[in-house]
């Protein structure tokens, strides 16, 4: 497994350093393959491995672990809305006065150390069973980790069930689905996006002298340049929230707003759009919009590495 894992590793560091750069979802690397099932079962040893797992669940749609066919078999009424974000899925079902919610993200964890709840073993896969506040049976949130370091949780809130027997009988599938990793794009509900699949450590390959951290997330790349910790950010936001609170600057014909962090005012931060709004069906609350944040210590450096970012999602 360590060489299917190793050489699996070597294919998808490389498809996420051969974007072709026209801005649209081509730069997602649409050449990775999908992995082998045993991949996920391979402890990752190394930092290479470690990147070829987070870009391969970076590769994964999430909707589609939990996918619409699923929910119409739970027996707990019509699907309502579904939000999608850059790792997450929300569906909504039922009526409103017995409304029940389903969440499920994908993220990169350490091995599991239960303090409380119910542990379960799927073959190789470890999961964790959390019943609600005080136990409220109504209310559940499991967490499934993959020898890999990949995982994915869900969080459930079902009126009148039991919500933790209900999530323990979906991990199997979902995990049966991770194996298969479908690619973005599978589920009906995924609306593709230029942040779809996207490495937020790509920018990285543009800048000299970077190290790495001891972080490894799925959306944020946290790296150390010219003497700073850099952090890089993709997500959906809600569009005020960019500008409202930020000043707007201009880096050649792109527009980027400058805010600072809330903890310390001395941080800046450089948020910039780099698609359109997401379709209104696909966020129940509000719009949304992929967004791309670059934080550091000084406005020097984080204005270069955002000028490098924007390079890599041109209009």
Known sequence: MNRTLMLVAAVLVAAVGCGNG???DDTRSPAAPRPPAAFWSAPADTPQQQAA????TREIDVC???PRDTLGDLGLGDIQSVTVGLDSCRAGLGNAGEATTLTWHTTLLPALTPSRGISRQLGDVSALLVPGRDGDPRACGATV??????????????PNRDSCAVADGLLPGMVDRWRQSPPQGTSPD?????????????VRAKLTGTADTDQRRLTQCLFRYRDET?????EYRVPEQVTTRGTEEKFGDRTVFRSTSLYDSSIPIYSAMV????????????????????????????????????TLFPQ
């Open 22 to 24: 026209t801005g649209t």
């Open 190 to 202: 995924t609306v593709i996006t230029v942040l779809l699949g996207a490495d937020p450590c790509a």
């Open 64 to 66: 589609a672990l939990l």
């Open 53 to 56: 797992v987070a870009q391969a």
């Open 145 to 158: 980790r993959f020898p890999a370091g990949a995982a994915f949780y869900l969080g459930l809130s079902v």
């Open 230 to 234: 850099v952090t890089v950010a993709y």
């Open 275 to 310: 698609g359109p709004e997401l379709p209104s069906g696909s966020t129940a609350f509000v719009p949304r919009v992929p967004v791309a944040e670059v934080t550091s210590a000084t406005d020097d450096v984080a204005r270069q590495v955002m000028s490098e970012v924007l």
